[in-house]
């Protein structure tokens, strides 16, 4: 397997060492999140010191590395053990990516791991696996849970945690990180990510007289309720937050002092279904603005389960957000999705980190229109990261999604349209999807793709898309074990598949098809295009046709490395134009 998804960085530190921090080819074209704020630090061999265990890179899903970055990630599996790399830009603001075993009831376990910088212990660092480890039936399950099971197999088995640092890791500085407890946990580590964490944005410094700065002596919701239209700051600290903050006045704004200095915690136990009401921020109001805070929730599972019905858990944000309202600089982990906004007209989402979510990173649908998201990460998320679904009678129009990378999403895929009308994807990069990772269907209910106009996928890079097909738990999806392609166009269900165009883009070792068209139920593929796409290794075809019916382009298509060949057999029922 060759490994193109990353490139030492060759800094040159006073010491006349090399840095260990990595690079992504794909940011001197602009694609993905180039201009993001932090570095990443591999746990691989050649990119770290490790005395632990490093695990061989593999697809097969029954391996935790499967899951990691590159597929490679370092064990810590004694007391003592270590992972350690050299630090090229000062910093205090340190996430980790990391995994440990969950207990028999799927409550998770803790540990802790020693941060040591030039060899000085510096803190602990609390390790939980109370919000990874889903599971899904060996014989078939749409969604999966949080209870463990001898008839399961496990995705999501990594989690991040995040640490403001009291003082910066200097520049040229070693870092280590140990595992000092004397237990019989593995502690799995997949990367560390560093960045200098902005001065805390203060109330002085807002303009407007319109402002007020919560002052923490009634719960938070309830001030927000209490002072719509106004601009709301939210003082440095970790607030634990019992009820859904529901803005309903325009011109409400939300600031807060920056997400690492602002931790807002939705506390309500997910162990009940009617919590469901008492996450999250929810706006229907024109002109919001939420800025500079880190959402997340005692919620680990995306239902909870009653009765054998599945009951919400609740997202992070919700509602229509109205017209012409901004969300920027926002970190959401850990609830249902991301972000889930029905209605929005002229939203703009920007700089924002959507991680660890067990549904959707974010999903702009039902009648969402000219709202674009841009300069974002999406991470470790259980169904689409980016999508717009044209659900009920609304249709969507004009969603944008650009800037934005996506990794290690484990179901479903990393960016997806369904239904609506000239959507775009712009100057985006995908890396280890477990499964597909664009992804275009019309499987789901709601309105179609429209007559007129065009979805564009444009300048994007995919590394190791698609999966290979069965059996469940070792390979292909999570729900039958089925294949997907790296790009995922199909035709199967609720109406015909139409004006989709791919150009510009570059696939990097899919792991089976690189590119899957296919159709069934007498539905039908209209006016498909793929240009000047280029295949850089696929672990079966280019290109492969399931039952494929009605009409595409195929230009520019440069093929390499192949397994069996540069097209499966193309339909006759298909008419196929290649330039």
Not at 166 to 173: L, T
Not at 481 to 493: D, F, Q
Request: hydrophobic share 35%; glycine share 10%.
């Amino acid at each position: 397997m060759r490994n193109l998804l990353i490139m030492i960085a060759l800094t040159v530190l006073p010491s006349g060492l090399a840095a260990q921090s990595v690079s992504f080819p794909d940011d001197v074209m602009k694609r993905g999140y180039f201009d993001r704020p932090y570095k990443r630090y591999e746990a691989e061999p050649q990119k770290c010191s490790s005395n632990g265990l490093f695990l061989s890179p593999t697809y097969t899903q029954t391996e935790i590395q499967s899951e990691a970055s590159n597929n490679v990630a370092v064990q810590l599996r004694q007391k003592g053990e270590y992972v350690e790399w050299k630090n090229d830009e000062a910093a205090d603001g340190l996430t980790l990516r990391f995994s440990i075993p969950d207990d028999a009831e799927g409550r998770g376990r803790r540990g802790t791991i020693s941060l040591l910088v030039n060899g000085k212990a510096v803190r602990s660092i609390d390790l939980d696996s109370r919000w990874a480890w889903q599971y899904a039936l060996m014989s078939g399950q749409t969604y999966p849970d949080n209870i463990p099971g001898s008839n399961k197999f496990a995705r999501m088995r990594f989690d991040e945690t995040r640490v403001k640092l009291a003082e910066k890791i200097p520049r040229g500085a070693s870092f280590r990180l140990v595992k000092t407890d004397d237990n019989d946990l593995t502690y799995t580590i997949d990367f560390v990510e560093l960045e200098p964490v902005p001065a805390a944005i203060t109330f002085e410094s807002i303009a407007g007289i319109n402002k007020i700065a919560y002052n923490g002596a009634e719960p938070l919701e309830k001030f927000v309720a209490a002072n719509g239209g106004k601009v709301i700051y939210i003082p440095a600290g970790r607030y634990e937050v019992a009820d859904r903050i529901v803005i309903n006045e325009p011109n409400t704004s939300l600031i807060g002092a920056g997400m690492w200095h602002v931790e807002l915690y939705f506390s309500a136990p997910p162990d009940n279904e009617k919590t469901y009401a008492r996450r999250g921020i929810e706006s229907r109001a024109d002109n919001t603005h939420l800025q500079g805070l880190y959402i997340t929730t005692a919620n680990e599972r995306r239902y909870f389960v009653h009765n054998g019905r599945n009951g919400q858990v609740g997202k992070g944000l919700m509602g229509s957000f109205g017209k012409d309202s901004r969300i920027s600089n926002l970190w959401i982990e850990h609830f249902e999705c991301g972000g889930w906004i029905d209605g929005a007209e002229n939203l703009t989402v920007e700089h924002c980190r959507f991680r660890n979510h067990y549904a959707d990173g974010i999903n702009l649908s039902f009648g969402s229109r000219n709202s674009i998201v841009s300069h974002s990460s999406f991470r470790n998320n259980g169904d689409d990261d980016m999508a717009s679904w044209s659900r009920g009678q609304e249709m969507c129009e004009n969603i944008t999604y650009r800037y934005c990378t996506a990794e290690n999403n484990w179901r479903a895929s990393s960016l997806g349209f369904f239904g609506g009308r000239n959507h775009k994807a712009l100057d985006i990069l995908v890396i280890d999807p477990m499964e597909a990772a664009l992804r275009v269907t019309t499987d789901f209910p709601g309105r179609e793709f429209a007559a007129e106009g065009e979805i564009l996928f444009s300048r994007i890079s995919v590394y190791k898309g698609g999966c290979i097909p069965g059996p469940l738990g070792f390979n292909g999806d999570i729900i039958d074990g089925s294949t997907a392609g790296a790009i995922h166009i199909t035709s199967y269900l609720r109406y015909d598949l139409r004006n989709i165009r791919f150009c510009d883009i570059d696939l990097y070792d899919s792991k089976y098809d690189a590119i899957f068209i296919g159709c069934d139920n007498e539905k039908m593929i209209e006016n498909l295009s793929l240009e000047n796409i280029r295949i850089r290794g696929a672990g079966r075809y280019g290109i492969y046709f399931h039952k494929a019916v009605g009409n595409t382009i195929l230009r520019d298509i440069i093929y390499e490395r192949t397994k069996m060949g540069d097209m499966g057999t193309v339909p006759r029922w298909l008419k196929t134009v290649i330039e």
